[in-house]
């Protein structure tokens, strides 16, 4: 009977205390533990559960695994993490990529979505042998050379082949230079990284000549000369990068550049070390650079300004450097300017004219030494009939060719069309070919990207795309050229869409996950 009174009252207790919720740590190595398990032993290690695939992990009751689940995925031999922020579809399932590569030295601070599918690209940007796209959320992908750890890696050298960081906020803009990154983010707060001679990435506090790591990521850092300010806000709008300096528009129109003469436009000829504002100009909506230090800028009143190397006319005023803005000689209010490699080309305010100006392909004579109106040039374009230039792409490097947007609403209605000229040797064109295109009624060895000689774009068919989907933007480097499409106004189903061209090597994987030079704009993808 005792016995049993004895059984009866143990049971009780533990009944009791199954009703009582745990709220212990546990330590190993320590008696002190400062989360639910602390494990300090530098013996043994803790073993993930190693799974085939992370497709067939599941939680206890058969579901899907719950965010923060973690395992070691032996088809990947990597580790990866459960991340409900992670889109497939319209489902929240997504798992990340490998935290470690191979090597076990390159950080992901996130998961790869694949391009073209639920990446939704907001801008892009290409230098000599990487590029990056701006997500329309807090993404940015990045592929290519990592020298100079301009991939953000916090560590120099290397090819890398696609993968995404990941911000704590979305961007507003990102642009390239030779070797390093500026990007601005919705709140106004500027980041860079990459190399930092000449303070090009405005990083100067401290001063460093190598590549910029730490920050918040431990990839990044975030230039804290534009914010918080005194009422904890940060102010930068706009950012814009040459070869080796770094430019940022504020919200009140200003703007301050650091780096390199003559693009910093601060009228003396030695390096800005210090983030300065550019006097002569004021009011700035719009800036853009080459990777040859030719820089333009327009302002709210329509004017645009060009400075940095003449060399070629890249100007459109001289071939003589120019130290401080100088007033593009246009009659026309002007929305948008780019800046290529020893040329330029300027969109009207009203979308009707398109202005191009600079020297021939690969030499310095000038072909328009002052800006020339060519969008009668451009097939089917009629702007009485209602037909618009978007937008407007030149090569920041390596000379010559000119990718134009345009919306023909006589002869394509609802669709905008694709046109090139110019150089081609890498297939950057997108054309099918690695023929440079020119000599349509005329032209010369070296093409012009300014047109001369009655050279006529041409229209690019090879494109397979969805109906009714739009050009959203374009950015072309030295070798290859990204168009950037999404959905329009009557069909929002339609996705965001990343097309590149041009070369393609080992140690510069600008197009992601295409291995071979791509003639034809082709979907990038992880």
């Known amino acids: 009977m005792k016995q049993n009174k004895i059984k009866n009252l143990l049971l009780a207790v533990f009944a009791l205390l199954l009703g009582v919720p745990a709220f212990a740590q546990v330590g190993i190595g320590t008696n002190n533990p400062q989360g639910i398990l602390d494990v300090n032993d530098s013996l043994r290690d803790i073993v993930l559960p190693r799974v085939a695939s992370v497709d067939s992990v599941k939680a206890l009751d058969g579901g899907e695994a719950v965010p923060g689940t973690m395992v070691f995925d032996m088809s990947q031999n990597c580790a990866r993490v459960k991340n409900i922020s992670i889109r497939q579809g319209t489902k929240n399932k997504g798992w990340s990529d490998c935290l470690l590569d191979v090597a076990g030295t390159k950080i992901i601070t996130d998961s790869i979505l694949q391009l073209g599918t639920n990446f939704t690209v907001a801008k892009a940007a290409v230098s000599n042998n990487w590029a990056v796209l701006m997500g329309g959320d807090s993404l940015v992908w990045f592929s290519g050379s990592n020298a100079n750890s301009v991939g953000g890696l916090g560590r120099a050298g290397g090819a890398v082949r696609s993968y995404t960081l990941v911000f704590s906020e979305q961007m507003r803009g990102i642009v390239a230079g030779t070797d390093h990154v500026i990007a601005v983010d919705r709140s106004g707060r500027v980041w860079t990284w990459g190399l930092n001679t000449n303070s090009r990435t405005g990083q100067i506090n401290p001063l460093t000549s190598t590549y910029v790591t730490g920050g918040v990521t431990g990839l990044l850092d975030s230039c804290d000369f534009f914010g918080p300010n005194s009422t904890g806000k940060y102010i930068a709008k706009y950012v814009a990068a040459s070869s080796a300096t770094s430019f940022v528009v504020i919200a009140n129109g200003d703007l301050y550049s650091i780096g390199t003469s003559p693009a910093d436009g601060n009228g003396a000829t030695s390096a800005n070390a210090t983030w300065t504002k550019v006097s002569g100009i004021s009011?700035?909506?719009?800036?853009?650079a080459s990777l040859n230090n030719t820089v333009g800028a327009v302002t709210a009143s329509g004017d645009a300004y060009v400075w940095g190397t003449g060399g070629g006319n890249g100007l459109g005023i001289s071939t003589s450097n120019l130290l401080a803005p100088t007033r593009l000689p246009v009659n026309v209010l002007i929305r948008k300017i780019a800046m290529g490699?020893?040329?330029?080309?300027?969109?009207?305010?009203?979308?009707?004219?398109?202005?191009?100006?600079?020297?021939?392909?690969?030499?310095?004579?000038?072909?328009?030494?002052?800006?020339?109106?060519?969008?009668?040039?451009?097939?089917?374009?009629?702007?009485?009939?209602?037909?618009?230039?978007?937008?407007?792409?030149?090569?920041?490097?390596?000379?010559?060719?000119?990718?134009?947007?345009?919306?023909?609403?006589?002869?394509?209605?609802?669709?905008?069309?694709?046109?090139?000229?110019?150089?081609n040797n890498y297939g950057q064109l997108g054309v099918g070919n690695t023929t440079n295109q020119y000599a349509t009624g005329g032209g010369t060895s070296n093409p012009p990207p300014t047109g001369g000689g009655g050279i006529i774009p041409r229209a690019i068919n090879t494109m397979r795309i969805d109906k009714g989907t739009q050009f959203t933007g374009v950015a072309c480097g030295g070798y290859n050229t990204i168009l950037l499409t999404g959905p329009n106004s009557t069909n929002l189903s339609l996705s965001y869409v990343a097309y590149g061209a041009g070369r393609v090597s080992t140690s510069a994987a600008v197009l992601g996950a295409i291995t071979t030079a791509a003639l034809y704009f082709t979907p990038l993808t992880k």
């Open 283 to 288: 009011n700035v909506t719009q800036i853009d």
């Open 341 to 423: 490699y020893q040329c330029g080309a300027a969109i009207s305010q009203d979308s009707t004219k398109l202005y191009v100006w600079g020297a021939n392909n690969t030499v310095s004579s000038p072909v328009a030494a002052a800006p020339i109106e060519i969008s009668a040039r451009i097939p089917n374009f009629d702007a009485s009939k209602g037909d618009r230039i978007l937008d407007v792409g030149m090569a920041r490097s390596g000379g010559g060719n000119l990718v134009i947007v345009t919306n023909l609403k006589k002869r394509y209605p609802g669709v905008a069309r694709v046109y090139v000229f110019g150089r």
